[in-house]
């Protein structure tokens, strides 16, 4: 894992002034990147908006089941494709989960207007799936999370290689003062 990293600016962003925070967490199965949801969990809080990142089966939903598990809510959480979102509401007192998957969404924040994100936002926490270049006007603060497959099994003769590096960006003031670092211990 490597250290946060923190630049004051980057360009191209409409949030370039703004904190970034970025941590990176290697997990070598699917039952550890939804321990990995779970840590996450425990630092979300209502008005979080994360955005995940990766291919078709890089762990997308897998991670956001892990959250829906630390966050204590109701129902599966699988992959919202068809229905494009689902919420999750709390069990335990805490927000209510919302997750969208955005992948075939073709435009940016116009064509999500009717998902009434803008809504939800203040008192859930809402995960996004392939929402880069579409959400992140939603915040200001956002969470943004990329999974990238590793190349090359640790094992020649595995039949798979489940290993993943997820990158975790925390991005405004809110993530200012959070150890992302802390979720790959």
Same mark, same amino acid.
């Given at each position: 894992m490597?250290?946060?990293?923190?630049?004051?600016?980057?360009?191209?962003?409409r949030?370039?002034?703004?904190?970034?925070?970025?941590a990176?967490?290697?997990?070598d199965?699917p039952?550890?990147?939804?321990?990995?949801g779970?840590r996450?969990?425990?630092?979300l809080?209502p008005?979080?908006?994360?955005?995940?990142t990766?291919? #078709?089966g890089?762990?997308?939903?897998t991670?956001t %089941?892990?959250?829906?598990?630390?966050l204590?809510?109701?129902?599966a959480?699988?992959?919202p494709?068809? !229905?494009?979102a689902? !919420?999750?509401?709390?069990?335990?007192?805490?927000?209510p989960?919302v997750?969208?998957?955005?992948y075939?969404?073709?435009?940016?924040? &116009?064509?999500?207007?009717d998902l009434?994100?803008?809504?939800?936002?203040?008192?859930s926490?809402? @995960? @996004?799936?392939w929402?880069?270049?579409? @959400?992140?006007?939603?915040? &200001?603060d956002?969470?943004h999370?990329v999974i990238d497959?590793?190349?090359?099994?640790?094992?020649?003769?595995?039949?798979?290689?489940? %290993? %993943?590096? !997820?990158? #975790?960006t925390?991005i405004?003031?809110?993530?200012?003062?959070v150890? #992302?670092?802390?979720?790959?211990?």
């Amino acid at each position: 894992m490597e250290a946060p990293h923190s630049p004051a600016a980057e360009t191209g962003d409409r949030t370039a002034a703004t904190a970034r925070i970025t941590a990176r967490v290697t997990v070598d199965s699917p039952e550890r990147m939804s321990e990995l949801g779970r840590r996450l969990a425990a630092l979300l809080r209502p008005g979080d908006l994360v955005m995940l990142t990766g291919e #078709l089966g890089a762990g997308k939903t897998t991670l956001t %089941r892990g959250l829906g598990a630390g966050l204590g809510v109701r129902g599966a959480v699988t992959s919202p494709t068809f !229905v494009i979102a689902r !919420v999750h509401p709390s069990l335990t007192a805490g927000p209510p989960l919302v997750h969208v998957d955005a992948y075939r969404l073709g435009g940016g924040l &116009d064509e999500m207007e009717d998902l009434d994100l803008d809504v939800s936002l203040p008192d859930s926490v809402v @995960v @996004v799936e392939w929402g880069e270049g579409k @959400v992140e006007e939603l915040s &200001d603060d956002r969470l943004h999370v990329v999974i990238d497959r590793l190349v090359g099994a640790v094992d020649p003769l595995a039949a798979r290689d489940d %290993r %993943r590096e !997820v990158t #975790l960006t925390g991005i405004g003031g809110r993530w200012s003062g959070v150890d #992302l670092a802390a979720l790959g211990a």
